[in-house]
């Protein structure tokens, strides 16, 4: 295969300025669903070969579809290769009006762009119209959609795997370099912490009280104190954490007056790491740093605070060798169109982490989407083309 692949790009870019314009941040995805449910059957998928999975069913979270599935039949033989992305964008992406500048196409600066992952929505479409519309000689090929996934890769955990069946490796559109494969990524866990202190009159008597935010500063305190919040190096070990949330009840402040001791105080955090055991002995660092804050505080009869800790595995963490079939054929694609692709490891999740759980090897793409999750987000229209030839390259060498 040659540097001749193409596509079409003026297609190509008016299918992403279409898809950045529909609204779908996470549990929303069902408009998105449909627009590209529509426009491959226009391409001439039948609707046969279009499912949806009923993940939103066993997500715990409300959720309005499951994860869309398009199987395209080899036209040779050899094994299926899977394409994937995600449907949702975050909740800054709401609202979005993109426009074209130059090489790029930008926000108007109140919003996020979407292109996390709206690129990867179009790349599949994309492939799909070369595919059909060129009878490119290709293998098996499933397409994947899931929903869910800025919310802890809840699609990709509860997914119905059997959509998968028949594909011997899977690449994921959900970056920013084209060539630059990611081809392994951390894994998490998240903790919630709620801290039941006793309320008393801030200037009459505080001592009466038990300060649940207290509780909770001294706990955050110790923590960093042992080396456990941020950035976590141990020895070989490495990882992170985060007490994102810092709340009080019904996603309230903590407190309700200055002049109340706290009675009542939530967080949620996560930790992540390479090693997924690691990420549990930092989450276990924080329970005993909250345990040692709550004896810490008391109030004037001796009493302490009630801290009420959980975790749980939120995702695994992979990570493919460099002889891995997935990633030779990565970097055999990109040889063929003229890039010089290059393995990353990533330190956020990816729906490749439960892929690669299920025995699928996942190597994950990009499509110029930059900036992401934030007002200043970008695409850059020459990656995203690059990229939408490169999933061809994938499909076809």
Known sequence: MSQSIAVDTKAATNRLMRYLQVEGVSGNEKAIADVIVNDLKKLGVPSSAIRFDDAHKRIPLPTQTGNLFVRIPGTKKG?????????????????????????????????????DNRTGCAVLVTLAEALLKSKLPHPP??????????SGLQGARYMDRKFLAGAAMCFNVDSKIPADFVTGAVGAERFDVEIFGKASHAGVAPEKGISSTLVAALALAEARKGGWFGKVVKGKERGTSNPGIFGGKNNTAAGNATNVVTDYVYLRGETRSPNVAFAAKITKAYKAAFESARKQVKDAGGGTAKVVFNSRAEYPSFNLPDSSPAVKHALRAAQAIGLKGKTMFSNGGLDANWFAQYGLPTVTIGAGQHEIHTVKEFVDLPEYHEGCRLAVALATV
Do not use: W
């Open 79 to 115: 094994p299926g290769i899977a394409f994937a992305t995600h449907l949702d964008t975050v909740p800054l992406c709401a609202g979005a009006r993109p426009k074209l500048a130059g090489k790029k196409i930008v926000t108007d600066g109140s919003t996020a762009l979407g292109g």
């Open 141 to 150: 090929i499933t397409l994947c959609f899931t929903v869910r996934e800025e």
